[in-house]
């Protein structure tokens, strides 16, 4: 209202001026020199100009609404452009990055994630080799005292335990039976199997501690040779209900196991084993060294992946354009060799541009590898994900890292409000990327059954499920903006209807004021 004040008191002004012309002009002495004096022409068509100062700046109600239509048709229209824009480069994006260059970096993923957890390791999955179950470790290697549990011949753990356990006739009672057997028959079977205690938490620990474990007496016990071989890493307890080597009676029944000794031997072991696992500490220790030697590699692969995915759709983006413009415009040069030369320093030129938004985009896609390897080892102490799940977690971090990022270091002059749509588009495009990242199994199989298409299967998949994502993320976000939960585009539309009008009605007091200076020099003459 402020600028149609001012327009109406122009208006006023103009009116005040033309009067007091009028004033002045009716004196005696100034009509007789107009009436002396030639006519000016050029001066009196100026006078049209006074028409242009005299003009309501109300208008019809109708003419009012139809110019808010309009408006609003343009603004609508702006949009549209805008998003088909978005179409092609979210499809270049799509197919270079999380389906062109996320197609290599998944190919170094591993079933179970980078760091082994106690789950993974019940199940056989091991991150490295080293972390795998070495019986040597446990019976070959030496604990903190110097000791082995088979090394050293009769003066090696085991023999020295099966000798304790002799009496004067050479006899040794059996752990699991109670029945004197002869020595020789025997041998010392771990209640709780090495292999066991590895699997619940042993491979965190180091070489000697797991030797600590295997020479620890009191997880001992003699038992006669047939039944040790039987036994083997089996839980003692879950063993003796099996019915093994196609025999009707179970192995308590068959080897005439004594039910309560078993049990009383099985629960010194399990005590023995408690004491032995890792500590808190130790645990803590073993996850955050690893998480965070095993996260750095992820960082540096995702930011490479980002960083250089970047400057790869530019790269393709300013090709494109460069093959648009030669086949629209022709060539610039007369030398095809120096056509392609000034072609490719342009788009070089382009893509070097970029460097900060590549940067960027390598810092934002570490952090985010860096915290989806800390997510992916969290959710390997319940559940083993596979490599696809690894891939989707990956790449889900990364659109809400984004999205986080866009909320809280918004743009100067964005609202918190503007930020937070902007970062919902990003949200449900990451959602988007995890369905294409299960859709593209299913293609790939499709296209490699085709004969012809087989040898470059994999390129057809990242161009067909890249296109369908990136169409499908320009989608969304043009649905976002259309239910406009945050009433963000509403408030565009009306700061661009606002805009538009405070400009014209500008254009007008300029035009106004313009003819009002031509109209005080004429008078003044």
Partial sequence: MSRLDEFRKLQKNRAQVGKAAVRKASEPRLIESMLNSEIDEKRLSSLDYSSDLIYSIDIDEEEAKQLLVDLKNQFNSARLEALLSTVKNDITQSIAVPFGLGKVVSAYDKVGGNVTTVHNAQQGIYAKESDEYNRSDYTVAKNSQGESFERGGKQSVGSQFTKRQMDNNGNVTDAYT?????????????IVSNSEFHKNGGFMLSSEAKADFGTDERNLASTQRNINQSLKDHDKMEWKDWKQSGRKETNEEAFNIDNEKLKEA????????????????????????????????????????????????????????????????????ESWIQEIKVRLQRIGSKVADKWKDALDGFVSGGLSGFISNFITVMVNRFVTTCTRMIRLIREGVFSLFKAAKTVLFRPEGTSFREASHEASKLIMSGVIVAGGVLLEEAVDNIVSTIPLLAPISTTVTAITVGSITGIAMAMSAYIIDRLDLLRVIEIEQHNYIIKHLDNDISESLERSEEISVKMDEYLLV
């Fill in 266 to 333: 099985y629960e010194r072991g399990q005590k023995t084993a408690e004491e032995h696992k890792p500590t808190t500490a130790q645990e803590v220790g073993y996850f955050a060294k690893n998480t965070a030697k095993t996260g750095m590699s992820e960082g540096a692969k995702m930011g490479a992946q980002q960083g250089f995915g970047i400057l790869l759709v530019e790269l393709l983006t300013q090709t494109m354009e460069e093959i648009k413009d030669i086949f629209k415009n022709g060539r610039e040069l």
């Fill in 178 to 190: 109670g029945e004197k057997v002869r020595a020789d028959q025997t041998s010392p079977d771990h």
